[in-house]
Nanobody, 127 residues
Framework: QVQLGESGGGLVQAGGSLRLSCASS????????MGWFRQAPGEEREFVAA????????YYSDSVKGRFTISRVNAKNTMYLQMNNLRPEDTAIYYC????????????????????WGQGTQVTVSS
């Protein structure tokens, strides 16, 4: 089973950018679709973005579409989330997750599709 670890979170002013990374180990990374979720204080965890095994198919929530970009480099066993034009409402703990989909175009979008989760990284956007 794959293990996941996020990095790249921090404090940034509104309008700024951050790039999150999710490194994996322990399994064949390329057989997993990957996703990013986030949880703000007092809120439910929500879907942010997801990518299929090859990187050829992606999906974004409406709240981040056009500002965030998800990508992956299978040779490095790493997934990324480039976040631009950040807003205070983007403040949350960001989690990466893996779904064992095999070599599929499927891009899982719900939490129940994901079986492996990282510990999360805090992103704080100041106004």
């Amino acid at each position: 089973q794959v293990q996941l670890g996020e990095s790249g979170g921090g404090l940034v002013q509104a309008g700024g950018s951050l790039r999150l990374s999710c490194a994996s180990s322990g399994a064949i990374f390329s057989t997993y679709a990957m996703g990013w979720f986030r949880q703000a204080p007092g809120e439910e965890r929500e879907f942010v973005a997801a990518i299929n095994w090859s990187g050829g198919f992606t999906y974004y929530s409406d709240s981040v579409k056009g500002r965030f970009t998800i990508s992956r480099v299978n040779a490095k066993n790493t997934m990324y989330l480039q976040m631009n034009n950040l807003r205070p409402e983007d403040t949350a703990i960001y989690y990466c997750a893996a779904a064992l989909t095999g070599y599929s175009t499927y891009v899982p979008r719900t939490q129940n599709d994901y079986r492996v989760w990282g510990q999360g990284t805090q992103v704080t956007v100041s106004s």
